[in-house]
């Protein structure tokens, strides 16, 4: 799992997740719900357009315009997903060695999980897990 601050950065730092120093304390964070903007600070960091992202979390681009436009924070689970995408790119990053290719990564299908891209697994806890094990897998060079 990468550390938090490195979660936390790939987010858009401090003025917007604010400084977690652990996964235990982004549990509030999640509950309380991030800002809006959080989802283009997301597709910056990881070069997903915010409509690929509005797909993955699932929330409808009218949901998230309205929300930007009155400063509504996003819904806890809404949070989590985009907490997991989160998680999911930094490790494929620091694993695959670079963003180009943990988006690339992300975006295939993936044998070890069971022909799904890796993207399509985020929305359930068990799938995040299975990605996330994929992910430390490689990073310990077995075959995956």
């Known amino acids: 799992m990468p550390n938090a601050q490195a ?7 401090k003025s917007l997740v604010g400084t977690p120093k652990s996964e235990f304390e982004f549990i509030n964070v999640i509950r309380t719900g ?7 600070s ?3 960091s990881s070069s997903f357009t915010e409509d ?6 699932p929330i409808a681009r009218r949901t998230a315009a309205r929300r930007k436009a009155t400063g509504t ?5 809404e949070s989590e997903l985009l907490y997991r995408l989160s ?7 620091e694993t695959l060695g670079d963003a180009d290719k943990a988006r690339v ?3 295939e ?16 806890g068990i799938g995040f897990e299975d990605v996330m094990d994929v992910l430390r897998r490689i990073e310990f060079g077995v075959y995956s």
């Open 52 to 57: 690929e992202i509005y797909r993955m979390l």
């Open 109 to 124: 299908s993936n044998r070890a999980l069971n022909s799904e891209r890796p993207i399509d697994l985020l929305d359930t």
């Open 87 to 93: 998680c999911v790119f930094v490790m494929a990053t």
């Open 7 to 13: 979660i936390a950065k790939f987010m858009g730092g």
């Open 105 to 107: 990564w992300l975006l």
């Open 73 to 77: 924070r996003l819904k806890a689970l």
């Open 34 to 40: 991030l800002p809006p903007a959080v989802i283009e």
């Open 42 to 44: 997301v597709a910056k």
